[in-house]
């Protein structure tokens, strides 16, 4: 009995079929050489999960924010991270979002959003409430998100 399964057979004479066709031959009077390999590989998994920390938060002079954190995701995969920082100035709050694509897997991938505030009230160094978003869309096909992360941090003066 053969040691080929029935449905790498059949993958292999459709991958005849495509490769003859997008050459202009027909698969019937498609030759193939004794010693063509055709090889075929596992896909990669899909991506299940995905997760997004900030470190840390610092506010230059000019009262812009720099946010440094990482993301992570089970398997290979592309993940679009969406941060917003809020603080308290009297009776007016500063503001600013930041996004980005990123390259994540299991090893933690480094961030950083330098943000300008986007309604005119400037940050300061202080406490500041932090929350993120991320999805990630994997090599292998999934999709995943995180819930969105609600934190304080603490902004610290820029050297």
């Known amino acids: 009995m053969s040691d080929i399964k029935p449905w790498r057979t059949l993958a292999v004479g459709l991958a005849l079929a495509a490769a003859t066709a997008l050459a202009g031959a027909s698969p019937a009077s498609a030759a193939v050489p004794a010693n063509d390999v055709f090889h075929l590989q596992e896909a990669e998994p899909p991506v299940t ?7 840390s938060g610092a506010v230059t002079r000019d009262g812009a924010v720099t946010l440094q954190g ?38 933690p991938s480094p961030w950083v959003f330098e943000l300008g505030s986007s309604n005119g009230v400037i940050f300061s160094p202080g406490n500041a409430a932090f929350n993120a978003f991320a999805s990630a869309y994997g090599d292998g096909g ?18």
Do not use: W
């Open 49 to 55: 999960e995905v997760a997004v920390t900030v470190d």
């Open 142 to 159: 999934g999709f995943a998100n995180t819930s969105l992360i609600d934190q304080p941090v603490k902004l610290r003066p820029a050297r």
């Open 70 to 107: 990482t993301v992570t995701c089970d398997h290979a995969a592309i993940a679009y991270v969406e941060v917003t920082v809020m603080q308290r100035r009297g009776y007016r709050i500063a503001e600013a979002t930041g996004s980005g694509l990123l390259e994540c897997g299991p090893a």
